[in-house]
């Protein structure tokens, strides 16, 4: 059974940093392309950053680059996303995906996902 669980999400002040976790287990994590996406009340989810399972290779929503880290650590089954200089309009849930073959910004093209983990940046 494959889970997919994400962690790190919290109540911060605007410029501070936050480190988001996603673990997954019950697969071979190597073989997966892993991705973070966000949803905001009233808003559809959205492109947040994305990376190849071998750690090359990643692309980000023009909103969070410069800001935003996406990492991945193969021995611990877990992608990391490192924001930086958080804005209030990044607040959302963030949820992590995982698929097979190459990175793709699609959610639709993602075969598992995490619950998500709320974030809230205050003004």
């Known amino acids: 059974q494959v889970q997919v669980v994400e962690s790190g999400g919290e109540l911060v002040q605007a410029g501070g940093s936050l480190r988001l976790s996603c673990t997954a287990s019950?697969?071979?994590?190597?073989?997966?392309?892993t991705g973070w996406f966000r949803q905001a009340p009233g808003k559809e989810r959205g492109f947040v950053a994305a990376l190849n399972w071998n750690g090359v290779g990643t692309q980000y929503a023009d909103s969070v680059k410069g800001r935003f880290t996406i990492s991945r650590d193969n021995a611990k089954n877990t992608v990391y996303l490192q924001m930086n200089s958080l804005k209030p309009e990044d607040s959302a849930v963030y949820y992590c995906a995982v698929r097979q073959g190459r990175l793709m910004r699609v959610p639709q093209s993602h075969n598992y996902w995490g619950q998500g983990t709320q974030v809230t940046v205050s003004s």
């Open positions: 019950g697969l071979t994590f190597s073989n997966y392309a």
